[in-house]
Each structure stands twice: as C-alpha cells, then as structure tokens.
Nanobody
Framework: QVQLVESGGGLVQAGGSLRLSCAASGSISRINAMGWYRQAPGKQRELVSTVTSGGNINYADSVKGRFTISRDNAKSTVYLQMNNLKPEDTAVYYC?????????????WGQGTQVTVSS
C-alpha cells in the first residue's frame, strides 16, 4: 500500500503562483510514475502533468509554459510549480502514483488539495 499526502493548495489572485507537494509513503518500491490531476465541480478529472522515474515529463496543453513538475525519487515526492495562474485553473488537485509489482499495476491517489484562483 502507498499513501499520498498533498499540500500547498490555497487561494491566489490571477497571475499568482502556488507550489504543490505530494509525498509518498508506505510500500514505495517500484513506483514508476507520479503526477497531478485536477477536477473542477461538474467536470471530469483531467491530467495536468506526469513524470516517470526515468525523468520523462508530459503536460496538458492548457498548462504548458506555466506549470513545472519535478520529482525527488529519493524522497518519493513530486512537486508542481504553478505560475501565472488563471481562474480556469481553479480545481481540486490530486496526486497520483503508479506502481508495478509482479506484473500487476497499482494506482494510488491523494486526498486532494484545493486551488482557487480569483480574477
């Protein structure tokens, strides 16, 4: 079992910045990727950004050039630096981790952290 704990959400004005953190604990071996998803009320969850243990990164088109993901493999922690925030970024942001064990894939989610951007 892997536990994920997010922090860093809050309320900011448009154009401001926030830095989210997600720490993984428990049986953290063979975590292949970590990342961030977000969900606004009445909308489906969407991928924001992911990073693999090998350093491969992808971003949603809507956040490219504004958000930066990074991962500390030794600490099993992933970060999301969010700059030039827009009201449409308002959502609950969820940390995600993917683990492969004995040819089986497991997926874990954090509790979510609220990000609110005022205009």
């Amino acid at each position: 079992q892997v536990q994920l704990v997010e922090s860093g959400g809050g309320l900011v004005q448009a154009g401001g910045s926030l830095r989210l953190s997600c720490a993984a604990s428990g049986s953290i071996s063979r975590i292949n990727a970590m990342g961030w998803y977000r969900q606004a009320p009445g909308k489906q969850r969407e991928l924001v950004s992911t990073v693999t243990s090998g350093g491969n990164i992808n971003y949603a088109d809507s956040v490219k050039g504004r958000f930066t993901i990074s991962r500390d493999n030794a600490k099993s922690t992933v970060y999301l630096q969010m700059n030039n925030l827009k009201p449409e970024d308002t959502a609950v942001y969820y940390c995600n981790a993917q683990q492969s064990l004995t040819l089986r894939r497991y997926e874990y989610w954090g509790q979510g952290t609220q990000v609110t951007v005022s205009s």
